[in-house]
C-alpha cells in the first residue's frame, strides 16, 4: 500500500528547516508541506497554554492540508503540546522534538553535558524526564539560548552579534567541563558553524536530533504503509501564518543547499 499525501513539517518559524532538510535527505522520494508560523515566533518564552494553542492551530491546518504524517519540528511545541496533539489527532502520525540528551549521556568522556534550549523546553517534562533517566552520575548543564531564535530569523547568523551571543551561552559549559553540547531547538543547526568555532580545538561533541527524527518519520512510514509509490515525482511546498514574503524566505532558506 502507498500514499502519496506530503509529510507536514511544522515549526515556529525557519528553524525547523534544519529537520525539513534532513527528512528530504533521507526520503527524497516524499513531499513535504512546511509550515513555518511566521507571524508568532518566537515560541520560547510564551506561556505553556499559549504555545499549544499554537501548536493545535498549526497541526490542525496541516491535517486539514491532507497530511498522512505531521513532524512537529519544534521542541518548544513538542514539549507543551505533544501529548494533547496526539490524543486530538489520533488518526494522524505525529513526530515531535526531543532534545538528545541520551545519546550525549551515553558518549561523554568528561561527565558533563550541555544543553542548549528555549526555556520552554527546558522546563518541559518531556526534557525533565529524559534528564533524569538518562543523566544518572552525568552533570547536565542547561543554558537558554538566548537571542539565538531571533538571530535565525533575522538571517544574522554569520555576524559578530551572533558569535558574542553563542559564545555568552557556550563558553561557561565549556569551562565546566562540557564535551557534549546538544542542540535543543531546531533553529540552532542554523548556527552550527558559530558552535564550531567556539568549540574548535576543545574535542567538543554538537550533539542535533534532526537525523534522528528522519529515522523515525522513515521508520513509521513503513510501519503504517504510508511511503509514497516508487514513481511518484515529490512536491515541496511551503506555507505560513505570516505574510507572503515570509514565506518566500521559508523556501529560498530551505532549497538554498538543495
Given at each position: 500500500?502507498?500514499?502519496?499525501?506530503?509529510?507536514?513539517?511544522y515549526d515556529s518559524g525557519l528553524g525547523?528547516?534544519?529537520?525539513?532538510?534532513?527528512?528530504?535527505?533521507?526520503?527524497?522520494?516524499?513531499?513535504?508541506?512546511?509550515?513555518?508560523?511566521?507571524?508568532?515566533?518566537?515560541?520560547?518564552?510564551?506561556?505553556?497554554?499559549?504555545?499549544?494553542?499554537?501548536?493545535?492551530?498549526?497541526?490542525?491546518?496541516?491535517?486539514?492540508?491532507?497530511?498522512?504524517?505531521?513532524?512537529?519540528?519544534?521542541?518548544?511545541?513538542?514539549?507543551?503540546?505533544?501529548?494533547?496533539?496526539?490524543?486530538?489527532?489520533?488518526?494522524?502520525?505525529?513526530?515531535?522534538?526531543?532534545?538528545?540528551?541520551?545519546?550525549?549521556?551515553?558518549?561523554?568522556?568528561?561527565?558533563?553535558?550541555?544543553?542548549?534550549?528555549?526555556?520552554?523546553?527546558?522546563?518541559?517534562?518531556l526534557f525533565r524526564r529524559t534528564a533524569?533517566?538518562?543523566?544518572?552520575?552525568?552533570?547536565?548543564?542547561?543554558?537558554?539560548?538566548?537571542?539565538?531564535?531571533?538571530?535565525?530569523?533575522?538571517?544574522?547568523?554569520?555576524?559578530?552579534?551572533?558569535?558574542?551571543?553563542?559564545?555568552?551561552?557556550?563558553?561557561?559549559?565549556?569551562?565546566?567541563?562540557?564535551?557534549?553540547?546538544?542542540?535543543?531547538?531546531?533553529?540552532y543547526p542554523f548556527l552550527l558553524p558559530?558552535?564550531?568555532?567556539?568549540?574548535?580545538?576543545?574535542?567538543?561533541?554538537?550533539?542535533?536530533?534532526?537525523?534522528?527524527?528522519?529515522?523515525?518519520?522513515?521508520?513509521?512510514?513503513?510501519?503504517?504503509?504510508?511511503?509514497?509509490?516508487?514513481?511518484?515525482?515529490?512536491?515541496?511546498?511551503?506555507?505560513?501564518?505570516?505574510?507572503?514574503?515570509?514565506?518566500?524566505?521559508?523556501?529560498?532558506?530551505?532549497?538554498?543547499?538543495?
Amino acid at each position: 500500500m502507498t500514499n502519496n499525501a506530503p509529510i507536514g513539517v511544522y515549526d515556529s518559524g525557519l528553524g525547523g528547516l534544519t529537520v525539513w532538510r534532513e527528512i528530504r535527505r533521507a526520503l527524497p522520494g516524499e513531499s513535504l508541506l512546511y509550515l513555518g508560523d511566521g507571524k508568532n515566533c518566537p515560541y520560547g518564552s510564551r506561556p505553556r497554554e499559549e504555545v499549544q494553542a499554537l501548536a493545535d492551530a498549526a497541526v490542525g491546518y496541516l491535517v486539514g492540508q491532507g497530511c498522512k504524517m505531521i513532524v512537529v519540528a519544534c521542541n518548544t511545541a513538542t514539549a507543551a503540546a505533544i501529548d494533547f496533539l496526539r490524543a486530538k489527532y489520533a488518526a494522524v502520525p505525529i513526530v515531535g522534538m526531543e532534545p538528545a540528551v541520551k545519546p550525549a549521556c551515553l558518549h561523554t568522556r568528561s561527565g558533563v553535558v550541555g544543553v542548549l534550549a528555549t526555556e520552554r523546553s527546558l522546563d518541559g517534562e518531556l526534557f525533565r524526564r529524559t534528564a533524569e533517566r538518562y543523566g544518572h552520575g552525568i552533570e547536565v548543564l542547561t543554558v537558554p539560548g538566548r537571542g539565538f531564535v531571533e538571530l535565525v530569523e533575522s538571517d544574522r547568523e554569520a555576524t559578530p552579534e551572533a558569535e558574542a551571543c553563542v559564545r555568552a551561552a557556550v563558553e561557561p559549559m565549556l569551562a565546566r567541563g562540557a564535551d557534549q553540547i546538544v542542540l535543543g531547538c531546531t533553529h540552532y543547526p542554523f548556527l552550527l558553524p558559530v558552535l564550531e568555532r567556539v568549540v574548535a580545538g576543545r574535542d567538543v561533541t554538537i550533539v542535533d536530533s534532526s537525523p534522528a527524527v528522519a529515522r523515525r518519520v522513515a521508520n513509521l512510514l513503513d510501519e503504517r504503509s504510508l511511503r509514497a509509490a516508487a514513481d511518484h515525482r515529490p512536491v515541496y511546498t511551503f506555507h505560513t501564518f505570516a505574510d507572503e514574503a515570509y514565506r518566500q524566505r521559508l523556501e529560498t532558506k530551505a532549497l538554498a543547499d538543495a
